[in-house]
Protein backbone atom coordinates (compact mmCIF):
# COMPACT_ATOMS: atom_id res chain seq x y z
CA UNK A 1 0.00 0.00 0.00
CA UNK A 2 2.57 2.60 0.63
CA UNK A 3 4.02 1.98 -2.96
CA UNK A 4 0.28 3.21 -4.40
CA UNK A 5 0.47 5.79 -1.88
CA UNK A 6 4.04 7.15 -2.65
CA UNK A 7 3.24 6.89 -6.38
CA UNK A 8 -0.06 9.67 -5.44
CA UNK A 9 2.63 11.57 -3.21
CA UNK A 10 4.84 11.86 -6.68
CA UNK A 11 1.98 12.53 -8.85
CA UNK A 12 0.39 15.23 -6.29
CA UNK A 13 3.69 16.81 -5.17
CA UNK A 14 5.20 18.70 -8.05
CA UNK A 15 2.91 21.52 -7.26
CA UNK A 16 2.51 21.39 -3.63
CA UNK A 17 6.18 20.60 -3.10
CA UNK A 18 8.69 20.16 -5.83
CA UNK A 19 7.76 23.57 -7.33
CA UNK A 20 6.75 25.31 -3.93
CA UNK A 21 10.09 27.91 -3.46
CA UNK A 22 9.21 27.77 0.52
CA UNK A 23 10.31 24.44 0.55
CA UNK A 24 14.01 23.92 0.00
CA UNK A 25 15.17 21.76 -3.02
CA UNK A 26 17.24 19.60 -1.15
CA UNK A 27 14.21 18.65 0.91
CA UNK A 28 11.61 18.01 -1.88
CA UNK A 29 12.33 14.04 -1.63
CA UNK A 30 12.06 13.41 1.70
CA UNK A 31 9.09 15.92 2.08
CA UNK A 32 7.33 13.85 -0.35
CA UNK A 33 8.46 10.26 2.10
CA UNK A 34 7.22 11.96 5.07
CA UNK A 35 4.00 12.47 3.10
CA UNK A 36 3.82 8.94 1.71
CA UNK A 37 4.70 7.42 5.13
CA UNK A 38 2.31 10.45 7.63
CA UNK A 39 -0.60 8.61 5.85
CA UNK A 40 -0.35 5.38 5.95
CA UNK A 41 0.71 5.23 9.71
CA UNK A 42 -1.58 7.75 10.64
CA UNK A 43 -4.09 5.73 9.01
CA UNK A 44 -2.87 2.66 11.22
CA UNK A 45 -2.53 4.83 14.00
CA UNK A 46 -5.98 5.84 14.04
CA UNK A 47 -7.33 2.09 13.54
CA UNK A 48 -5.65 1.11 16.36
CA UNK A 49 -6.64 3.20 18.56
CA UNK A 50 -10.11 2.29 17.90
CA UNK A 51 -10.79 4.96 15.18
CA UNK A 52 -12.20 3.09 12.48
CA UNK A 53 -15.69 4.61 12.37
CA UNK A 54 -14.54 7.60 10.54
CA UNK A 55 -11.60 5.90 8.95
CA UNK A 56 -15.00 3.12 7.28
CA UNK A 57 -16.50 6.48 6.78
CA UNK A 58 -13.62 7.74 4.47
CA UNK A 59 -13.86 4.91 2.28
CA UNK A 60 -17.25 4.13 1.90
CA UNK A 61 -18.92 4.82 -1.33
CA UNK A 62 -16.17 6.17 -3.39
CA UNK A 63 -17.00 9.47 -2.70
CA UNK A 64 -14.37 11.77 -1.07
CA UNK A 65 -15.10 13.81 1.91
CA UNK A 66 -12.64 16.13 2.40
CA UNK A 67 -14.45 17.22 5.53
CA UNK A 68 -14.07 13.67 7.15
CA UNK A 69 -12.37 14.11 10.78
CA UNK A 70 -9.47 11.30 9.31
CA UNK A 71 -8.84 13.93 7.07
CA UNK A 72 -7.88 17.06 9.59
CA UNK A 73 -6.26 14.65 11.95
CA UNK A 74 -3.87 13.41 8.69
CA UNK A 75 -3.46 17.08 7.79
CA UNK A 76 -2.71 18.55 11.26
CA UNK A 77 0.14 15.48 11.83
CA UNK A 78 1.62 15.75 8.62
CA UNK A 79 1.97 19.54 9.01
CA UNK A 80 3.52 18.96 12.46
CA UNK A 81 5.96 17.06 11.37
CA UNK A 82 7.06 18.75 8.19
CA UNK A 83 7.41 21.69 10.14
CA UNK A 84 9.68 19.92 12.85
CA UNK A 85 11.82 17.66 10.62
CA UNK A 86 12.53 20.20 8.13
CA UNK A 87 12.46 23.07 9.60
CA UNK A 88 9.56 24.72 7.86
CA UNK A 89 7.57 27.50 8.41
CA UNK A 90 4.15 26.59 10.18
CA UNK A 91 2.50 28.28 7.27
CA UNK A 92 4.27 26.35 4.70
CA UNK A 93 3.47 23.06 6.55
CA UNK A 94 0.02 23.44 6.66
CA UNK A 95 -0.31 24.60 3.37
CA UNK A 96 1.84 21.41 1.73
CA UNK A 97 -0.25 19.15 4.38
CA UNK A 98 -3.50 20.71 3.24
CA UNK A 99 -3.00 20.07 -0.45
CA UNK A 100 -1.56 16.58 -0.52
CA UNK A 101 -3.78 15.03 2.30
CA UNK A 102 -6.96 15.36 0.31
CA UNK A 103 -5.15 15.02 -3.12
CA UNK A 104 -3.60 12.14 -2.35
CA UNK A 105 -6.39 10.66 -0.37
CA UNK A 106 -9.05 11.50 -2.77
CA UNK A 107 -7.33 10.10 -5.39
CA UNK A 108 -6.54 6.89 -3.72
CA UNK A 109 -10.23 5.90 -2.46
CA UNK A 110 -11.22 7.36 -6.12
CA UNK A 111 -8.79 4.81 -7.33
CA UNK A 112 -9.87 1.91 -4.79
CA UNK A 113 -13.47 2.12 -5.41
CA UNK A 114 -12.34 2.12 -9.20
CA UNK A 115 -13.29 -1.77 -10.73
CA UNK A 116 -11.01 -0.68 -14.30
CA UNK A 117 -8.13 0.30 -11.37
CA UNK A 118 -5.55 -2.73 -11.08
CA UNK A 119 -3.39 -2.63 -7.94
CA UNK A 120 -6.10 -0.93 -6.00
CA UNK A 121 -8.55 -1.79 -3.84
CA UNK A 122 -10.07 -1.22 -0.69
CA UNK A 123 -9.04 -4.39 0.64
CA UNK A 124 -5.71 -3.75 0.81
CA UNK A 125 -6.64 -0.23 1.94
CA UNK A 126 -8.55 -2.24 5.00
CA UNK A 127 -5.69 -4.82 5.53
CA UNK A 128 -2.62 -2.55 5.26
CA UNK A 129 -4.09 -0.12 8.08
CA UNK A 130 -6.25 -2.62 9.92
CA UNK A 131 -4.11 -4.68 12.12
CA UNK A 132 -6.35 -6.49 14.67
CA UNK A 133 -7.69 -2.99 15.92
CA UNK A 134 -11.92 -3.75 15.49
CA UNK A 135 -11.97 -3.45 12.46
CA UNK A 136 -13.96 -6.80 12.05
CA UNK A 137 -16.42 -5.04 13.67
CA UNK A 138 -16.39 -1.33 11.86
CA UNK A 139 -16.83 -4.35 8.88
CA UNK A 140 -19.74 -5.73 10.76
CA UNK A 141 -21.30 -2.20 11.54
CA UNK A 142 -20.89 -1.20 7.75
CA UNK A 143 -20.73 -3.98 5.43
CA UNK A 144 -23.94 -3.95 4.20
CA UNK A 145 -22.67 -0.26 2.82
CA UNK A 146 -19.81 -1.66 1.63
CA UNK A 147 -21.96 -4.39 -0.42
CA UNK A 148 -20.45 -7.42 2.19
CA UNK A 149 -23.85 -8.81 2.86
CA UNK A 150 -23.22 -11.67 0.40
CA UNK A 151 -26.52 -13.77 1.57
CA UNK A 152 -28.68 -10.28 1.51
CA UNK A 153 -29.90 -11.29 4.89
CA UNK A 154 -29.41 -7.42 6.52
CA UNK A 155 -26.65 -8.69 8.50
CA UNK A 156 -22.63 -9.49 8.16
CA UNK A 157 -21.70 -12.56 9.51
CA UNK A 158 -19.69 -16.07 8.71
CA UNK A 159 -22.44 -17.20 6.70
CA UNK A 160 -21.18 -14.32 4.03
CA UNK A 161 -17.61 -14.93 5.19
CA UNK A 162 -18.83 -18.79 4.23
CA UNK A 163 -20.27 -17.65 0.43
CA UNK A 164 -17.58 -15.46 -0.45
CA UNK A 165 -14.73 -17.84 0.43
CA UNK A 166 -16.34 -20.74 -1.95
CA UNK A 167 -16.88 -18.70 -4.92
CA UNK A 168 -20.68 -17.99 -4.60
CA UNK A 169 -19.77 -13.92 -4.74
CA UNK A 170 -16.57 -11.69 -4.87
CA UNK A 171 -16.01 -8.47 -4.04
CA UNK A 172 -14.41 -7.15 -1.33
CA UNK A 173 -15.14 -9.69 1.34
CA UNK A 174 -13.89 -12.29 -1.39
CA UNK A 175 -10.56 -10.75 -1.48
CA UNK A 176 -9.78 -9.93 2.42
CA UNK A 177 -11.07 -13.58 3.08
CA UNK A 178 -8.84 -14.85 0.07
CA UNK A 179 -5.88 -12.97 0.97
CA UNK A 180 -6.48 -14.51 4.86
CA UNK A 181 -6.36 -17.53 3.88
CA UNK A 182 -4.68 -17.49 0.82
CA UNK A 183 -7.11 -18.11 -1.44
Known amino acids: MLDQISELVKQFGGDAIVNNPSVPNE ?16 LQ ?20 DASNPVVKQLTDQLSGNLGQKFGLSSDTASGVAGSMIPNVLGSLIGKANDPNQPGFNVSDIVNSIGGGSGLMDAIT ?7 LDQNRDGKVDISDATAAVSGK ?7 ILGKLFGK
Open 141 to 147: KYGGQFG
Open 169 to 175: SGGFLSG
Open 45 to 64: NMAAQGNVEDIAGLLKGGNF
Open 27 to 42: HNEAVMNETGNSILSG
